[in-house]
T-cell receptor, first 115, second 109 residues
Framework: KAGVTQTPRYLIKTRGQQVTLSCSPI?????VSWYQQTPGQGLQFLFE???????NKGNFPGRFSGRQFSNSRSEMNVSTLELGDSALYLC??????????????FGAGSRLTVL | GQSLEQPSEVTAVEGAIVQINCTYQ??????LSWYQQHDGGAPTFLSY????GLEETGRFSSFLSRSDSYGYLLLQELQMKDSASYFC??????????FGTGTRLLVSP
């Protein structure tokens, strides 16, 4: 079956602009989470959505937001871009449900460069 | 909060056994996971420990000791394709992973 699809794969923006990234999870997966990966900070949790509800949020400013649609597809938005937002943004999907073992399947990521 | 520390780099030769350690400071979590990430690729799930002890999956084994705040990933019969970054991660809540600092494994012939 198809994996997690993220679009766009690469994008370049300038400071002050905003960006929207899209993620299509594996069919049947209801949980979608987002991570930011940078050389300095590593992999950091942004937020997680399940059945269109945000269940968990990381320690990122309000410029970072997301949403999930009824078909489980998710988008994240970053407004007023800063140079430090340059990163690989990874989306991961899982069956979801309760806590415990949560095997995440990651997409290839969207690499954002802010100039 | 949670913090997980890993060695930044480990080197080994093909066919050898290597252990990647993960020490953590966290107030509580459901389990410890391990993910592999090749350069330019996405992280892929390797193993999960909900309970203390050893979990074996083929050439990979993972261990957790909550009393020692410690876990490790053991890779046996190393192959060149095992050269990658390895991340431990804890699950403190709903589908949320807090990742370790990552270990870059270099396997040489």
């Amino acid at each position: 079956k198809a994996g997690v699809t993220q679009t766009p794969r690469y994008l370049i923006k300038t400071r002050g602009q905003q960006v929207t990234l899209s993620c299509s999870p594996i069919s049947g997966h209801r949980s979608v989470s987002w991570y930011q990966q940078t050389p300095g900070q590593g992999l950091q949790f942004l937020f997680e959505y399940f059945s269109e509800t945000q269940r968990n949020k990381g320690n990122f400013p309000g410029r970072f937001s997301g949403r999930q649609f009824s078909n489980s597809r998710s988008e994240m938005n970053v407004s007023t871009l800063e140079l430090g937002d340059s990163a690989l943004y990874l989306c991961a999907s899982s069956v979801g449900g309760g806590t415990g073992a949560n095997v995440l399947t990651f997409g290839a990521g969207s690499r954002l460069t802010v100039l | 909060g949670q913090s997980l520390e890993q060695p930044s780099e480990v080197t080994a030769v093909e066919g050898a056994i290597v252990q990647i350690n993960c020490t953590y400071q966290t107030s509580g979590f459901y389990g410890l996971s391990w993910y592999q990430q090749h350069d330019g690729g996405a992280p892929t799930f390797l193993s999960y420990n909900a309970l203390d002890g050893l979990e074996e999956t083929g050439r990979f084994s993972s261990f957790l000791s909550r009393s020692d705040s410690y876990g490790y990933l053991l890779l046996q019969e190393l192959q060149m394709k095992d050269s990658a970054s390895y991340f431990c991660a804890v699950t403190p809540g709903f589908q949320k992973l807090v990742f370790g600092t990552g270990t870059r494994l270099l396997v040489s012939p």
